[in-house]
């Protein structure tokens, strides 16, 4: 591919249009130019002068199209009739162009940071210098300090809700043209530069000659292996020196204070637990998840052990180690060790550690060591043997060694366990009621307990949960389904039993509605044995987790916990778990139910309520974040999103997911690991610390005003997506939805249920196929009508106009709703959405959805302009806005030939083919648009 013009490349934006901005981006556009003309060149070696220069066409008609040179039209027409075998290379060609375009995005902003740096500049607001220099500002009392980090945690949480579509192969050599490009950065024109672009263009020879879609659908195992890979990427690494240094940096400020006696930074996993509407979950597949992650925690202790074995060849005669280490080292008889105490220690160590991956694992990795010695039964005892290592070392002047490897071994300890990472289990509500009814039937318990209403259910409930009396029994003669259910929550009692508690820290509720959809869970978990509320101390390792997900539910959250805190044996779970209760909000549902600005509100509303509620019953409220990838699912900047929280609602802890290609984006190698990870911890720390919210007395106003927004938003997208009649048909025509679920990025199906109602649909394919078609609809319908509406035409439209710039200019939860919209509307592309429009064969119905789109389109950006004052819809996100410059026109011959082949395909073409050339469009785009589902 050619590289193009340096006009072509221009970004966008007043003060990006100024020398000195065109001269920082220069670097990233000649590695746009490089990287480009490399897969060009490889194109055309591969494929021929003829493919070539189709690509080369359709890439110089598309920044035509972007200048208003040409219409749209004579781009499509450039693709119409094409041979789909023609058609493949092409979209394989701007596929790959997309990936090496993050690639050169990434170092860009890489070594924008690293010119901050060195420039003596201020630190970068997200970073925790910048979060460190804030609390130093604020002189803070180190008693508040110590009270709001009680039991503090920040919590990633992969996913099985993969809208990630590259192969591992892929994802590696990508990988590796990262590091290529970064030692290119750092040699200059040095004379070494020949050997990189040689390295340079056999990788992306590799990555052409490599398929980008698998052909068969990923397994759940797949999955879960796709997620730990991520630990041997970064985070073995990456995590425990943030969690050392951000302990250092707060003890330093607060010595006398009592912070972070454990570590705040803890991944977690629903891969291979989360079974809501995944049929393929089981016994099995828990056990394979919590294994294999036990498996990866092992290995990397294996391997640190032995290195440090090498490195600390400390002789008896030259150093004295402490009687602890002496005693320790008594254990190994290798004469060839007697005078290096610490190799014989570490051997000890090891000797034990691997007793004790014979007894847990499944599988054994390598570096074994078999002495013959006990096992370590916890975690901790492992790590009061290195503790005892890392006090002898101290005391002989070896500190810098102790420093070093041996330090990161003991965090990496404290952080993964035995576990290495917590597996969350989840389950639909319904599924519960089922199951429990099923079971209370066989035992006599009650014949119909789905005929019960609620006040009846929780009556038995409670009498069920204060006696040790088990509904089944091994040989009970129970349905499929309730036989899977047990045996699940019979895997999840092994782990824990194996691996310890934090193995499986939480039972997640979809679809929390009631009392008794906690109490459901509850009892499950009795039977399992995780969980006895009739002992004296009860007992429940495993935390139970409301999930409100539409919006009704989360408007009723905060009254359904608070009801169940007035259960005496559910409040004594909840005091047995250090008065600690966590509550999941989910952001996919909300806004497929009501539309982006009713969501998003609807979330602010609950966790208000919640934190009340929490005020209100003296309990400790941790909350999780169901975010996606996409504004459409809850996502945008997690540091913006994060500060954006309402008063009260972080209090130190915090989970959310992480999924798709996000992941990826975040989390692929330990730099972007870290600088990801930095950001989420520091952005708790000052919405934990510091007041974020900024409204003051003005709050109540602000309040009553979103309430005003979010109706009337909501009442805009239920018009069109639940009331118009047709829309179903419009949008599985205009997008290809109905494709998806032959892209073979993940295990689970696009629907929950055998239907074609929205509510059936998960939230992932919804925004996916937004996105594909350029609408993006999941990110801002409804906005623009709301705002337009509550402005009026009177007389008081000025200060109602200028009350909301009020709220732009303080608020950071409405600043970000506006910022991460104006994100979406940046991307989205009403031209190519026609196109989309016209796979409608219903001329009428095509007019009547598109118009509406189309107008509310329209407006939205309006009314974005006239409360921001931006004409530039990304004034505020300039990385964002290069990159829709220099990187968009090369996705438009992707839309233009999905929507070719789409036409051809839906017409009865059966050639494997056409069908192979969708997927791989809509595997460019979503690689393309790095946050699409």
């Known amino acids: ?4 013009a340096d006009s072509e490349l221009e970004p966008i934006g007043a003060v990006r249009r100024t020398p000195i901005g065109r001269a920082a981006t220069e670097p990233m556009r000649e590695d746009i130019r490089l990287l480009g003309a490399m897969l060009g060149d490889t194109v055309r070696e591969q494929n021929g002068a003829a493919v070539f220069d189709l690509v080369e066409r359709a890439r110089v008609e598309s920044f035509r199209v972007r200048r208003s040179e040409i219409d749209r039209t004579e781009l ?14 092409v979209i394989r060609a701007f596929t790959h162009f997309a990936l090496l375009a993050n690639v050169a995005e990434d170092i860009h902003r890489e070594r924008r940071r690293a010119i901050h740096v060195a420039a003596g500049e201020p630190p970068q607001n997200s970073s925790l210098a910048a979060t460190y220099a804030k ?21 990633p949480v992969i996913t099985a809700h993969p809208t990630e579509t590259r192969r591992r192969t892929v994802f590696e050599t990508q990988h590796r043209i990262t590091e290529l490009m970064r030692q290119r950065a750092r040699g200059g024109a040095d004379a070494g530069d020949a050997d990189v672009e040689r390295e340079l263009r056999r990788q992306i020879l590799m990555m052409w000659q490599t398929a980008l879609i698998r052909l068969s659908r990923l397994k759940i195992s797949d999955e879960i292996e796709t997620g730990l890979r991520y630990y041997e990427a970064a985070f073995l690494e990456v995590i425990p020196q943030v969690n050392a240094e951000v302990r250092a940096a707060l003890q330093r400020r607060w010595p006398d204070a009592e912070l972070l006696t454990g570590p705040i930074l803890r991944p977690g ?39 440090l074995e090498e490195e600390l060849s400390m002789s008896a005669r030259l150093v004295t180690v402490t009687d602890a280490v002496a005693a320790l080292a008594q254990d190994c008889h290798d004469p060839a060790r007697a005078d290096e105490p610490y190799r014989r220690a570490l051997r000890v160590v090891h000797g034990r550690l691997t007793a004790t991956a014979s007894e847990i694992l499944d599988r054994q990795p390598e570096h074994e060591l078999d002495l013959g010695l006990p096992r370590y039964d916890t975690p901790r005892e492992l790590l009061a043997d290195l503790d005892a290592i890392d006090t002898s070392l101290r005391g002989h002047g070896s500190t810098l060694l102790a420093d070093d490897r041996l330090a990161r071994l003991r965090e990496a300890v404290r952080v993964f366990g035995f576990h290495l990472s917590g597996l969350d289990l989840r389950q639909n509500s319904d599924v519960h009621e089922q199951v429990l009814a099923e079971l209370l039937a066989w035992a006599g318990v009650h014949p119909d307990y789905t005929a019960l209403p609620e006040p009846e259910r929780v009556e038995l409930l409670v009498a069920e949960l204060a006696t040790r009396r088990p509904l089944t029994t091994p040989t009970a003669e129970l349905s499929e389904l309730a036989r899977k259910e047990l045996d699940i929550i019979g895997a999840a009692a092994r782990a824990v039993r194996v691996f310890g508690a934090d193995a499986v820290p939480n039972y997640i509720i979809s679809m929390c509605r009631s ?3 906690l109490l459901e869970a509850a009892v499950l978990l009795k039977e399992a044995g995780l969980l006895d509320a009739a002992a004296d ?10 999930l409100f997900e539409t919006i009704d539910d989360l408007q009723r959250g905060a009254t359904v916990m608070t009801e169940v805190l007035t259960v005496p044996g559910y409040r004594a ?15 996919s549902d909300s806004n497929k139910d009501g539309g982006y600005l009713a969501a998003n509100w609807a979330l602010y509303r609950a966790e208000l309520d919640l934190v009340e509620m929490a005020r209100r019953t003296g309990i400790r409220l941790r909350l999780f974040h169901g975010r996606g990838g996409t504004v459409g699912r809850g996502g945008g900047p997690s540091y913006d999103a994060i500060l954006a929280q309402p008063p009260g609602a972080v209090r130190g802890s915090l989970r959310l997911t992480e999924q798709g290609e996000v992941i990826a984006a975040k989390y692929a190698e330990p730099r972007m690991a870290r600088r990801n990870l930095e950001t989420l911890v520091a952005a708790t720390l000052e919405a934990t610390l510091l007041d974020t919210e900024g409204l003051g007395g003005l709050a109540e106003g602000a309040y009553r005003t979103l309430d005003d927004l979010a109706a009337r938003a909501q009442r805009a997208y239920a018009e069109l997506v639940h009331e118009t009649p047709g829309f179903v048909d419009y949008f599985t025509a205009s997008t290809p939805v109905s494709e998806i679920g032959d892209l073979n990025i993940g295990s689970r199906p696009t629907s929950r249920k055998a239907t074609t109602e929205i509510a059936d649909l998960r939230a992932i394919p919804w925004v996916l196929a937004w996105s594909q078609s350029r609408v993006m609809l999941p990110g801002w319908y409804g906005t623009g009508t709301a705002i337009e509406g509550f402005l009026g035409d009177d007389a008081g439209r000025g200060q109602r106009l200028e009350s909301l710039r009020e709220l732009y200019r303080r608020w950071p939860f409405f600043a970000s709703v506006l910022s991460n919209m104006a994100q979406v509307l940046a991307k989205s592309d009403l ?15 095509r007019r009547r959805v598109f118009d509406q789109i189309r107008a509310e389109h329209a407006r939205t950006i309006a009314m974005h302009k006239l409360i921001t004052g931006h004409d530039d819809l990304l004034a505020d996100n300039p990385a964002l806005a290069r990159s829709v410059f220099n990187r968009f026109p090369y996705l438009e011959p992707l839309n233009h030939l999905q929507v070719e082949l789409l036409r051809r395909y839906r017409s009865g073409d059966d050639d494997e083919l056409v069908q192979r050339g969708i997927l791989l469009t809509m595997s460019g785009l979503a690689s393309a648009l790095r946050n699409s589902g």
């Open 1 to 4: 591919m050619a590289a193009a």
């Open 76 to 89: 499509a027409q450039l693709f119409a009739g094409i041979e789909a075998r023609q058609a493949i290379p």
């Open 135 to 155: 609390l130093d500002a604020a002189d803070l009392d180190a008693d508040a300090v110590a009270e709001a980090l009680a039991g503090a945690l920040v919590s």
């Open 269 to 307: 996993s629903w891969i291979g637990g989360d079974r809501d509407g995944n049929p393929n979950v089981t016994a099995e597949v828990v056990r394979l998840a919590t294994g294999n992650a036990a498996h990866v925690a092992f290995r990397h202790y294996f391997a640190e052990l032995t290195a």
């Open 515 to 517: 009392v008794s959809d």
């Open 537 to 546: 101390r009860p007992y429940c390792p495993v935390g139970i987790v409301p």
């Open 573 to 587: 779970l909840v005091r047995a778990r250090g008065e600690s209760q966590e509550v999941m909000l989910g952001y």
């Open 831 to 845: 031209g190519l959405a026609a196109r989309y429009a016209e796979l409608v064969e219903d001329v009428a119905l």
